[in-house]
């Protein structure tokens, strides 16, 4: 494996380790993917910070029941940032929909994490 290949490799592993602890309301392991300059922007417009994100799932206020993510993601990187471009289909707070999504992962000392959302619901 190229180190690109390693760096999108491990950016696939994250998405799918963040997608499942958003189901499971992990917050220790979204603590761990999330930067604390989050900018998390929902299908809404409503915009959460990392704090009221996690402290959302914990509370109950946002239950994700269900993220599948569809075939199609694409993993750009860019010296320490890499920027995700993909679809999934989603089951939040009883409502069913697909959306299309841009994240962007940032390489601080060594360890990649999350600092920006961006979802847009389909018709």
Same mark, same amino acid.
């Given at each position: 494996?190229?180190?690109?290949?390693?760096?999108?490799?491990?950016?696939? $592993?994250?998405?799918? /380790?963040?997608?499942?602890?958003? %189901?499971?309301?992990?917050?220790?392991?979204?603590?761990?993917?999330?930067?604390?300059?989050?900018?998390?922007?929902?299908?809404?417009?409503?915009?959460?910070?990392? /704090? &009221?994100?996690?402290? =959302?799932?914990?509370? =109950?206020?946002?239950?994700?029941? &269900?993220?599948?993510?569809?075939?199609?993601?694409?993993?750009?990187?860019?010296?320490?940032?890499? %920027?995700?471009?993909? $679809?999934?289909?989603?089951?939040?707070? =009883?409502?069913?929909? &697909?959306? /299309?999504?841009?994240? %962007?992962? %940032?390489?601080? &000392?060594?360890?990649?994490?999350?600092?920006?959302?961006?979802?847009?619901?389909?018709?």
């Amino acid at each position: 494996m190229t180190i690109t290949q390693d760096v999108e490799a491990a950016i696939a $592993g994250l998405e799918e /380790e963040r997608l499942a602890a958003m %189901v499971a309301a992990d917050v220790d392991t979204l603590d761990r993917i999330l930067a604390d300059d989050l900018s998390y922007v929902h299908t809404t417009a409503a915009i959460d910070t990392k /704090e &009221s994100l996690t402290s =959302g799932l914990a509370s =109950g206020r946002l239950n994700y029941e &269900s993220i599948t993510p569809t075939a199609e993601r694409a993993i750009r990187t860019y010296n320490d940032s890499a %920027v995700v471009r993909g $679809g999934a289909h989603v089951h939040v707070n =009883g409502n069913h929909f &697909s959306l /299309e999504y841009t994240v %962007v992962y %940032v390489n601080s &000392s060594g360890d990649w994490q999350m600092t920006s959302w961006h979802a847009t619901r389909l018709p």
